[in-house]
């Protein structure tokens, strides 16, 4: 009779409960800001660090009961993919944005509220200098995100699930934390790919790397003012599009697709051997 599989349930409640809980608490501090006085532009950044603090104190509370090391419970080990393979996960990465953000314009014909949003507290330089937004939106989200998405929630699900169905559930949970329908369905590929990446070497490190370089990428372009697309010329863009232009559009989804597979069968071949015995089939065994 073979091992019973452990339950869930929390983690599907966790995915659930995870964006009314930092809603409530960002409001909260929002609410305080707001008496104190403080420019709403303040608001985003002080959002990104209260999302942060509950990201801890929620793994604060779910791990400190286990008996597993904690570095094995939230992947924070050197895994089997080495750092050098950095760029090639960038580039997977890379090719998943455009997909998703190329998807997001057909369907919704202009970029996130939210994006325009991140992109003018950045550039009117009261979110900080260079350095400081680095930090609060791009070095501390990467760790943050990849812990308790990657590192807590589908290390739980692989556990009971099929690894397609535990990526996908947490990069459902990602996508939709990160606020609207139309930024959720941009950033959801680039979630698959990171749940994959974590997946095949059995690490976060990998992942958070490229998730901090994704970030500063958006961060540094934004600070420079070099975006200065608004919100309503990709919707111009997409409605007067010619047939031989949507095919152009498709043609890119489909060249970064190509890209994705064939950075996932690098990667895949470049793992380190694991053992005859997985230390995630391990921590299964043993629950």
């Known amino acids: 009779m073979g091992a019973k599989r452990p339950r869930v349930w929390h983690v599907l409640v966790l995915g659930a409960l995870y964006v009314p809980i930092v809603v409530f608490c960002i409001r909260l501090v929002v609410t ?8 709403r532009s303040d608001h985003v950044l002080f959002g990104v660090f209260i999302e942060i603090a509950v990201d801890v104190g929620l793994l604060v509370l779910l791990v400190r009961r286990s008996s597993e090391k904690l570095a094995d419970r939230l992947l924070l080990r050197e895994g089997r993919l080495s750092l050098w393979y950095s760029p090639l996960i960038y580039a997977g990465g890379f090719a998943a944005v455009a997909i998703g953000g190329m998807m997001t314009l057909i369907a919704f014909g202009a970029h996130s509220p939210r994006v325009r949003e991140l992109q003018n507290v950045v550039q009117s330089g009261e979110g900080g200098g260079l350095l400081s937004l680095l930090i609060s939106m791009a070095l501390v989200p990467a760790i943050s995100e990849e812990l308790i998405f990657r590192g807590y929630i589908q290390s739980r699900l692989l556990k009971r699930y099929p690894a397609r169905a535990a ?11 990160h606020g609207d329908v139309r930024y959720a369905c941009a950033i959801f590929p680039l979630a698959m790919w990171f749940g994959y990446v974590a997946y095949i070497s059995e690490s976060i490190w990998p992942g958070v790397i490229c998730h901090f370089i994704h970030n500063a990428f958006v961060t540094i372009v934004a600070w420079s003012g070099r975006d200065q697309i608004g919100p309503e010329e990709p919707r111009q863009m997409i409605q007067s599009s010619s047939p031989w232009e949507w095919l152009g559009y498709l043609l890119i989804i489909a060249i970064a ?11 895949k071949d470049g793992c380190r051997p694991a053992s005859t015995h997985s230390r995630l089939d391990q921590v299964a065994d043993a629950e």
């Open 32 to 39: 305080i800001l707001e008496s104190a006085g403080l420019e």
């Open 167 to 177: 990526i996908l559930i947490s990069s459902f949970f990602f996508a939709v934390a």
């Open 257 to 267: 697709g190509a890209v994705i597979a064939w950075m996932a069968r690098i990667l």
